[in-house]
């Protein structure tokens, strides 16, 4: 590694984003390797989709790139700005599927699905994805922010904006509908035994 | 809430979100350089081309010369993951034939194009 990546591998974040909208390409590297791995699960986890996941971690960094010339250190943290910025990207896609309706729920949906992931979990997975792309936007950003990235409420307030008691109350009517929309699909995902 | 609190629509959900939660793997080499050529364009879109920041010519990046060939870079690399993974029957013959059943070229690895080696 060399002196300058030395130079900025301690640095915060903001002041690696102020010194790439300055110019600097180097800070764009190392702000990639820190930020796209967790953008791109947020993505995957709440798009259920490897590819669509990689289009919107890809835009989402356009737009950390874009806002760089007028990012003010102190005045936001950048992984806060990002998890708001990958919510929106992801429930944008999520609303073209509601066209679809949920009759494609449980389809084998990704061509590339994670080694990870077992088939019922991929079928689980794609079927609670395309449950939240039947809630409303902000219903399905709360209960991801909560349930699949695990945030704290304070943290996803600050990321939506909204009063604590307004992410509780989303998280709340949220899950409701969840159970609804899922509850018609137990036996073909799974849940014989429960 | 403790485990025996929970409903049965707790539960049902908990299934739902925990296969939701599985490990994502890291982003590859061509997702990387898509993001990195972004921000090669955006720089230059700006007017702040990265050739005149001095960083932006050190070590391997320096080397395949800046921002300006990443998008090419990135396109071939892509190219090259592909016939990697499902080459063209005439492609694979003429491999076979020249170069042998077993061929494997790596010109930069993850390590190299993230800076993480040493």
């Known amino acids: 590694m060399n002196a300058s990546a030395d130079q900025w591998s301690e640095a915060p974040d903001e002041a690696l984003l102020v010194a790439f909208g300055n110019g600097d390409a180097e800070a764009a590297r190392i702000l990639t390797s820190r930020l796209l791995p967790r953008v791109l699960a947020q993505a995957q986890r709440m798009l259920g989709n490897r590819a669509e996941a990689e289009d919107a971690a890809q835009e989402a960094m356009l737009r950390l790139w874009r806002?760089?010339?007028?990012?003010?250190?102190?005045?936001?943290?950048?992984?806060?700005?990002?998890?708001?910025?990958?919510?929106?990207?992801?429930?944008?896609?999520?609303?073209?599927?509601?066209?679809?309706?949920?009759?494609?729920?449980?389809?084998?949906?990704?061509?590339?699905?994670?080694?990870?992931?077992?088939?019922?979990?991929?079928?689980?997975?794609?079927?609670?994805?395309?449950?939240?792309?039947?809630?409303?936007?902000?219903?399905?950003?709360?209960?991801?922010?909560?349930?699949?990235?695990?945030?704290?409420?304070?943290?996803?307030?600050?990321?939506?904006?909204?009063?604590?008691?307004?992410?509780e109350s989303l998280t709340a009517r949220g899950k409701r509908s969840l159970v609804a929309l899922l509850a018609g699909r137990k036996a073909e995902l799974g849940y014989d035994d429960h | 809430m403790t485990i025996t609190d929970k409903t049965e629509d707790d539960l049902l959900l908990d299934g739902f979100f925990e296969a939701a939660r599985a490990p994502v793997p890291a982003p590859d080499a061509a997702l990387t350089l898509r993001v990195l050529a972004d921000a090669g364009r955006e720089l230059a879109r700006q007017g702040l081309p990265a050739a005149a920041a001095p960083r932006a010519q050190t070590g391997w990046f320096g080397f395949i010369g800046g921002w300006p060939s990443l998008s090419g870079l990135a396109a071939a690399t892509a190219a090259g993951v592909w016939i990697g993974f499902a080459p063209p029957a005439s492609l694979s013959d003429v491999t076979s034939a020249v170069l042998g059943d077993d061929l494997s070229v790596s010109v930069f690895s993850m390590e190299n194009l993230l800076g993480t080696e040493g």
Do not use: K
């Open chain 1, 67 to 167: 806002n760089a010339g007028n990012w003010r250190q102190g005045e936001a943290r950048i992984s806060t700005w990002l998890y708001r910025v990958v919510a929106n990207l992801c429930t944008d896609r999520l609303r073209s599927r509601r066209s679809v309706g949920l009759d494609s729920i449980a389809e084998p949906a990704d061509p590339a699905p994670s080694a990870a992931e077992s088939m019922v979990d991929q079928q689980r997975h794609r079927a609670l994805s395309d449950a939240l792309a039947q809630l409303p936007e902000r219903q399905a950003q709360a209960v991801a922010l909560r349930h699949l990235e695990g945030l704290a409420n304070p943290e996803i307030a600050e990321i939506m904006d909204i009063t604590v008691e307004a992410v």
